[in-house]
């Protein structure tokens, strides 16, 4: 007997940008990806002014899935998924984003991606945000501190949920909404499409700019109800959990803070409202954001059916000597290495308990269903002669997790609605730009310099994740 439930969804997960290329296709406009150079491991992406001649863009063409998909669909089909999950590139409905009218190109497309996955019993499930908005709203709008981003958003979201009503039944709002709580510059632009300035207390942006998008995320889950109530529309949370360093009891609130500082985007998400120690927080610094009356009834009204996470790895932290009274000392020399995990050779530990450990603490926080919508090791992969892949680091690493997740649900009574790991098929990394951190059980032929024929071929990982699937996670 399985012990996860029948109907389970298996699937896969990618991201537009990460693999349909086709940049200036049917009209599609220039998104925030577009404008991101390839990178290197520890090398960051370079973020220009526009698309600049002479700059290796590798998003414009990923692994040219626009002009592929048809056969692709049919490897995922073989493969065995029940599911696929990708998101909707902004730019191609709204090339620039503040349009009233949409591109039908764009729309067609996505019709078209849809009816090939329906037709091979594949359902889609879709992101609506994936790092990909509209490369004008940052020029024209500074992103997502313009307020009136809000109703680009939500047209953009009315007007695919509309279209689309009886294709997807599985939605999220924002991809990784979360991961911008570590203030990096990277993470502010591929959520945000925020430049931060020099002179600018991070912080504050992160509140401003988060507060709108959770606006934007309730109001679409409104909008996205009342098109149709069949519609399931989740939140999207990177999952990294991090432990206290010690037992020390410091290190032990330090670590809740952590906690609680980057998870207050998921509790407004399901709680609809915020949490007391941020609304404390954010009045004693004195952050003086734009949050209305009106602002918090929609949240309240706009609250998600699920919750979608990512999970790839975990950490650890340790209190400052001078941790101020509230414990929100910021410095990378506090996050520690845990020296019971091992770590991928992009330097993220892998701890495929702290998996079973999430799915537990997220339930009790939140009693919602959970659906695990990314997971998987990035590495490089080496052709034989014979054109085979062996991988068996990735079938370790997705087994361990996948006996985590069965745990969870089997001994723990965890509502887990299905399992996608990342990149089903090789595609541009996001972190880096590359081809070569490779998560998926399809090989792409292309590489970090943008050669090759674009050929697709199976590595072992695909045949044992094709017996996961037929057994419902039996044979592992
Ligand atoms: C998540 C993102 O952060 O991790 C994906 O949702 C991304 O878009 C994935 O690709 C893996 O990260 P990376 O940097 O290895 O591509």
């Not at 996860?4 to 200036?24: C, N, R, T």
């Not at 519609?231 to 991090?242: K, R």
Request: negative net charge.
């Amino acid at each position: 007997m399985s012990k996860l439930p029948k109907g389970f969804l298996w699937g896969g997960a990618v991201a537009a940008h990460q693999l349909e290329g086709g940049s200036d296709a049917d009209g599609k406009g220039v998104s925030i990806a577009d404008v991101m150079t390839a990178g290197a491991n520890g090398v960051d992406r370079k973020i220009t002014d526009g698309v600049c001649p002479g700059e290796n863009y590798p998003n414009h063409e990923a692994i040219d899935f626009y002009h592929r998909y048809h056969e692709d669909v049919a490897l995922f089909a073989e493969l065995g998924l029940t599911c696929f999950r990708t998101s909707i590139a902004w730019t191609r409905i709204f090339p620039n984003g503040d349009e009233t009218t949409p591109n039908e190109a764009g729309l067609k497309f996505y019709d078209d991606l849809f009816d090939d996955l329906l037709a091979h019993g594949i359902e889609p499930v879709v992101t609506l945000s994936h790092f990909e908005m509209p490369y004008h709203l940052v020029k024209v709008y500074g992103g997502w501190r313009d307020r009136r981003v809000i109703d680009f958003f939500t047209h953009f979201a009315a007007t695919v949920f509309e279209r689309y009503q009886h294709k997807v039944k599985y939605w999220m709002t924002f991809n990784e909404i979360n991961n911008q709580n570590g203030l990096n510059k990277w993470a502010f632009f591929t959520n945000s499409g925020v430049l931060l300035k020099a002179d600018e207390d991070p912080e504050k942006v992160l509140y401003q700019v988060g507060h709108y998008e959770l606006v934007a995320s309730a109001k679409a889950v409104q909008i996205g109800h009342a098109i149709n109530p069949a519609m399931q529309i989740g939140c999207m949370i990177a999952v990294w959990p991090t432990y206290p360093a010690s037992s020390d009891p410091r290190d032990v609130l330090k670590a809740e803070r952590f906690a609680q500082a980057n998870y207050w985007f998921s509790d407004v998400h399901v709680w609809g409202t915020y949490p007391n120690w941020l609304k404390r927080y954010q009045a004693k610094q004195q952050f003086d954001l734009d949050i209305t009356a009106a602002d918090l009834e929609t949240l309240a009204a706009g609250t998600v059916d699920y919750i979608g996470l990512s999970y790839y790895a975990s950490g650890a932290i340790k209190a400052a000597a001078n941790e101020p009274a509230n414990f929100m000392t910021r410095s990378a020399d506090l996050n520690v290495d845990n020296p019971h995990l091992q770590a991928t050779e992009w330097g993220w530990p892998i701890d495929p308990v702290g998996l079973r450990y999430s799915l537990n603490w997220l339930t009790d926080r939140y009693h919602l269903p959970l659906f695990i919508v990314e997971n998987g090791m990035g590495a490089p992969d080496k052709v034989e002669a014979d054109g085979q892949i062996h991988d068996p680091y990735r079938v370790d690493y997705l087994k361990r997790h996948i006996e985590q997740l069965a745990l969870a649900v089997d001994e723990d009574g965890v509502d887990l609605m299905g399992y996608t790991p990342w990149g089903v098929i090789d595609l541009v990394s996001a972190g880096t730009g590359q081809m070569e951190k490779r998560y998926g059980f399809i090989y792409v032929d292309k590489d970090d310099q943008g050669r090759g024929t674009l050929d697709r071929s199976k590595k072992d990982s695909f045949y044992w994740y094709q017996k996961v699937i037929a057994t419902n996670g039996e044979q592992l």
